[in-house]
T-cell receptor, first 114, second 115 residues
Framework: DVKVTQSSRYLVKRTGEKVFLECVQDMDHENMFWYRQDPGLGLRLIYFSYDVKMKEKGDIPEGYSVSREKKERFSLILESASTNQTSMYLC?????????????FGDGTRLSIL | AQSVTQPDIHITVSEGASLELRCNYSYGATPYLFWYVQSPGQGLQLLLKYFSGDTLVQGIKGFEAEFKRSQSSFNLRKPSVHWSDAAEYFCAVGPQGQAGTALIFGKGTTLSVSS
């Protein structure tokens, strides 16, 4: 089975802190994604990466950056955390080639910014 | 613009009753279509997917979905709901032949199961 592991299930940080959310997948997937999930808004794409050191902005990249130095690891960085970034963050991965490749998700990190 | 609409925010079904969750999409060509389920506090789990062939697809946990091109729909069904099916369900669409791009998700439908 595909395993996507997010480093923390719950995280509490303070405003202004630099926050790192880590995601690791074990299936040699080329694509990796970061979403945030808020009630009534569904999943919104923050950033995705289709290869090492490559990244693409999603729908809501403001206030976030990402890093992909190794194929299996994709990090989301909140440069200066703010209370409106309190949310559930979901990481996903998928193969890049081939028809109908689904995304596989981690269990999420519930982040609270105080 | 590409989009996915799940018209029902919340549905309540009696245990043992049948279920249909609606999904409509807007897309320029035949897309890949997916249904995911999210239990409380968990990530999303793939239920089923469609990308070609038979328009009725079977998934895990007894779910099925039917792709109707003329209606731009991909509704999820289950003949008899169990209490453990209570969760949030997401429909998603992906581009055909454009690997390496992200899926577009609907806003989700929350399913409650009454006894």
């Amino acid at each position: 089975d595909v395993k996507v592991t997010q480093s923390s299930r719950y995280l509490v940080k303070r405003t202004g802190e630099k926050v790192f959310l880590e995601c690791v997948q074990d299936m040699d997937h080329e694509n990796m994604f970061w979403y945030r999930q808020d009630p009534g808004l569904g999943l919104r794409l923050i950033y995705f990466s289709y290869d090492v050191k490559m990244k693409e902005k999603g729908d809501i990249p403001e206030g976030y950056s990402v890093s992909r130095e190794k194929k299996e690891r994709f990090s989301l960085i909140l440069e200066s955390a703010s209370t409106n970034q309190t949310s559930m963050y979901l990481c996903a991965s998928s193969f890049r080639q081939g028809a109908g490749q689904p995304q596989h998700f981690g269990d999420g990190t519930r982040l609270s910014i105080l | 613009a590409q989009s996915v609409t799940q018209p029902d925010i919340h549905i309540t079904v009696s245990e043992g009753a049948s279920l249909e969750l609606r999904c409509n999409y807007s897309y320029g060509a035949t897309p890949y279509l997916f249904w995911y389920v999210q239990s409380p506090g968990q990530g999303l789990q793939l239920l089923l997917k469609y990308f070609s062939g038979d328009t009725l697809v079977q998934g895990i946990k007894g779910f099925e979905a039917e792709f109707k091109r003329s209606q731009s729909s991909f509704n999820l069904r289950k003949p008899s709901v169990h209490w453990s099916d209570a969760a949030e369900y997401f429909c998603a669409v992906g581009p055909q032949g454009q690997a390496g791009t992200a899926l577009i998700f609907g806003k989700g439908t929350t399913l409650s199961v009454s006894s």
